[in-house]
């Protein structure tokens, strides 16, 4: 099965890149691969999944025995799930590419031994592995919206702890305002981390008030199943009422500051890309409209956006004292 895949909305953050990084770029490339990095950029126009054989990609996760975790009935969503071969096929994960098809090259991350250093702002820094990691907090699965800012959107079943319990498990000092997150970085592994233009690792940030709303959610997993790599295993974030990029993967440090942490995308272009990037279809992004949204293997079905992708009851009272920041972007 083929899917005729709009390009309109699926302007990928590489366009973004800022002129003075193009320039190095063409000059890092020869002019031949300069050629064939503008045509990956606009896109093959086709992109098929439907024949596509799939491996287990949960194959030897010594996670495994945890799933599927208690299904919480406090978060459910008025659509139809994503498909799951929709959703592990269709990523944004620029360590390994800047198209959509990156879950191949991803399968090269060693996803053990994952050690997750804690430090900064806490009574005693330190460094947990993923497995006592999992042993220590509460699992559930919970079907949230997804939103990446590009105006695409899916609905996924998470597997993973509230961020509340695991900031209580990290215990920041009372200064602490911001938790700022980063995923491993190795080139030789993330062959997206050999363009020099993108200043790897990816780093994400949140307050600490957001990070311990009841939303904001460490995932493990997805489909009942550990997260596979292209997902962002083995520990990823998932913030529902914030765009896509803020939902950080495969991390191995939370550090705990109070200073407001710089985001990968803010230092690519921050006239574009913002810390605290809430969903609003009234907010269009520079060069795109955001009022509504495209469902991925929904065969082009657009729905409308929602304030803060829905979950305005959840988080709206985060930002009544913040509204002099730029909240949208
Ligand atoms: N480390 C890292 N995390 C990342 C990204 C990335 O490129 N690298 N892309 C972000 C973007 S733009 C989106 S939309 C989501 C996509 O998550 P998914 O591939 O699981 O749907 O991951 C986010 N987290
Ligand atoms: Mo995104």
Redesign the pocket.
């Known amino acids: 099965m083929l899917i005729r895949r709009k390009r309109g909305w699926e302007v990928p953050?590489s366009s973004v890149t800022p002129e003075h990084l193009v320039m190095n770029r063409r000059r890092l490339l020869g002019a031949g691969a300069v050629a064939a990095a503008s045509l990956a950029l606009q896109g093959q126009g086709w992109f098929s999944f439907g024949d596509q054989k799939l491996p287990d990609f949960a194959a030897g996760d010594p996670s495994l025995p945890l799933y599927p975790a208690m299904r919480s009935m406090r978060y459910r969503v008025d659509r139809d799930l994503t498909e799951e071969k929709v959703?592990v096929t269709?990523?944004?994960?620029?360590?390994f590419g800047s198209s959509?098809n990156v879950w191949q090259p991803a399968q090269k991350l060693a996803l053990r031994p994952w050690e997750i250093q804690i430090d900064g702002m806490v009574e005693q820094p330190r460094t947990v592995g993923v497995d006592d990691l999992l042993k220590a907090m509460a699992l559930e699965e919970r079907t949230y919206r997804?939103r990446?800012?590009?105006a695409?959107a899916?609905t996924?079943p998470w597997t993973g702890f509230a961020m509340k319990q695991f900031v209580e498990f990290c215990k920041p000092l009372a200064s602490a305002k911001y938790i700022r997150m980063e995923?491993f970085k190795n080139p030789e592994v993330a062959s997206?981390q050999r363009a020099s233009w993108y200043p790897w690792?990816?780093v994400?940030g949140l307050a600490i008030d957001e990070a311990t709303n009841e939303l904001a959610m460490i995932a493990t997993g997805?489909y009942g199943k550990p997260l596979p790599r292209?997902?962002?295993a083995p520990i990823?974030?998932v913030v529902p009422w914030k765009?896509?990029?803020?939902?950080?993967?495969?991390?191995v440090r939370f550090h705990f500051t109070d200073q407001r942490p710089k985001s990968?995308?803010e230092e690519i272009q921050g006239s574009e890309y913002g810390f605290w990037a809430n969903v609003n279809p009234k907010v269009p992004h520079p060069r795109w409209s955001q009022a509504d949204e495209e469902l991925i293997g929904k065969g082009g079905t657009r729905v409308p956006t929602q304030l803060y992708n829905g979950y305005g009851d959840f988080v709206a009272g985060l930002y009544t004292a913040r509204e002099n920041e730029k909240l949208w972007m």
């Open positions: 953050e959703a269709y990523n944004n994960f620029y360590e959509k997804f990446c800012v590009e695409w899916m996924v995923t997206g690792p990816y994400e997805v292209q997902m962002g990823r974030l765009y896509g990029f803020k939902n950080i993967k495969s991390i990968f995308w």
